[in-house]
């Protein structure tokens, strides 16, 4: 396994990304078919912006990239097309960056691990939750969506919100994942408009 992530260690230094997880975002978009010039997008928990560096990339200068973390970004090297914002997700104003919406949000956030599974997929999940929350300011009707989360208890719960959401929800696992890692990335497409979300479930009691 680590001459698998040596493998990705060195390919990454050798196309000048940042970090081995811009291989994660490749993969995903091999898959899925997310990027292409002229998009919008929001890249969260962005730092230290490989995934910044492959959408950049794809969307061209016609496209913008909003890379968003708590920690500093440095931004030589990147594209003008670019715009690197440093704020907790918590804090920001939904609707700052509500007008134009993205057409693709992207997230790499993941908490600092304790070494409790548990305790590091419900924190892990709750920033999920956290971007979810923001998902009707900031991502268009027909947009995609995709955030890492870290499996355990209250990952199916997560899916289930994503659906009601997204008429299409899938896990994915990109190859240069280690193999160990609990890191599972959902891919939600195809936004739905408020008034197209399926109502909440009926209360049984009577």
């Not at 998009?39 to 496209?63: I, Y």
Request: aromatic share 6%; charged share 30%.
């Amino acid at each position: 396994m680590k001459e698998v992530q040596d493998h990705y260690f060195r390919l990454a230094k050798e196309r000048g990304y940042r970090a081995r997880s811009a291989f994660k975002l490749l993969e995903i978009d091999e898959r899925f078919r997310l990027l292409r010039p002229g998009l919008r997008v929001l890249d969260v928990g962005a730092a230290p912006g490989s995934w910044t560096q492959v959408s950049a990339s794809a969307v061209g200068p016609r496209g913008r990239v909003i890379a968003i973390d708590v920690k500093e970004i440095d931004g030589r090297g990147l594209p003008s097309n670019v715009e690197l914002v440093c704020e907790d997700l918590n804090e920001i104003d939904p609707a700052r960056f509500a007008s134009p919406p993205a057409d693709l949000v992207l997230s790499d956030m993941a908490p600092d691990t304790t070494g409790v599974p548990s305790a590091d997929s419900a924190v892990s999940v709750r920033l999920c939750n956290a971007l979810l929350d923001r998902v009707d300011a900031w991502l268009r009707p027909g947009g995609s969506l995709v955030m890492k989360a870290f499996e355990g208890a209250e990952y199916p719960a997560l899916l289930r919100r994503a659906q009601s959401l997204f008429e299409s929800v899938k896990g994915f696992k990109p190859k240069s994942s280690r193999a160990e890692s609990v890191e599972m990335f959902v891919v939600c497409q195809r936004r739905r408009s408020r008034a197209a979300s399926p109502p909440p479930p009926r209360s049984t009691a009577s």
